[in-house]
């Protein structure tokens, strides 16, 4: 069956444009999670939808990062004005909820120049 | 906050060499543990995971026990194979519902 996909898969911007990267979770699939992994590191928390709902933002750097997921299925992660400080791979992961474990996207990787 | 840390690497192991790779955690309660693998130019994957102390996860020769007296989850394989060169990360889950706290990963390299 269909993974979670993500797109796009390579994205370069330069300094002070904005971007937009989208998660398609698996369907029926209640939480939605994102992450950022830079070069070398772990993934480290951004935010968290319940269907509709962000129920936990507190991960996001700034206020030039935002998230949506307005019908609980697709989820969006804009970012504005971006930095070369956001350079990495933005993660995308669902699950069905209840305790379950998630699946990852392959992620989107942003470099900004 | 909670956290999870895990021994640096790169671990370069010939084939069939025994594997360990330490994970500690910090964490208020009783978190579920877990290990992803990521391998080259693939996504992050469920390996295996354990919800309570003394629970051991287990998936394709691969263990690892929840232990709460040393607040470790170390990943063990008997055998190494070059098909299991790939990053692993160590990861906690303080609640049901929470995201993830992973740690910085551990790049392991299998030489026939």
């Known amino acids: 069956g269909a993974g979670v996909s993500q797109s796009p898969r390579y994205k370069v911007a330069k300094r002070g444009q904005d971007v937009a990267l989208r998660c398609d979770p698996i369907?029926?699939?209640?939480?939605l999670f994102w992450y950022q992994q830079a070069l070398g590191q772990g993934p480290e928390f951004l935010t968290y939808f319940q269907n509709e709902a962000q129920l936990d933002k507190s991960g996001l750097p700034s206020d030039r990062f935002f998230a949506e997921r307005p019908e609980g299925s697709v989820s969006t992660l804009k970012i504005q004005r971006t930095q070369q400080e956001d350079s990495a791979v933005y993660l995308c992961?669902?699950?069905?909820?209840?305790?379950?474990?998630?699946?990852f996207g392959p992620g989107t990787r942003l470099l900004v120049l | 906050g909670d956290s999870v840390t895990q021994m640096e690497g790169p671990v370069t192991l010939s084939e069939e060499a025994f594997l360990t790779i330490n994970c500690t955690y910090t964490a208020t309660g009783y978190p579920s543990l877990f290990w992803y693998v990521q391998y080259p130019g693939e996504g992050l994957q469920l390996l295996l995971k354990?919800?309570?102390?003394?629970d051991k996860g287990s998936n394709k020769g691969f263990e690892a026990t929840y232990r709460k007296e040393t607040t470790s989850f170390h990943l063990e394989k008997g055998s190494v194979q070059v098909s299991d060169s790939a990053v692993y990360f160590c990861?906690?889950?303080?609640?049901?519902?929470?995201?993830?706290?992973f740690g910085k990963g551990t790049k392991l390299s299998v030489k026939p």
């Open positions: 369907s029926g699939h209640v939480s």
């Open positions: 990861a906690l889950r303080g609640g049901s519902q929470g995201n993830l706290i």
């Open positions: 354990a919800t309570k102390a003394d």
């Open positions: 992961a669902s699950t069905p909820g209840g305790g379950a474990s998630e699946y």
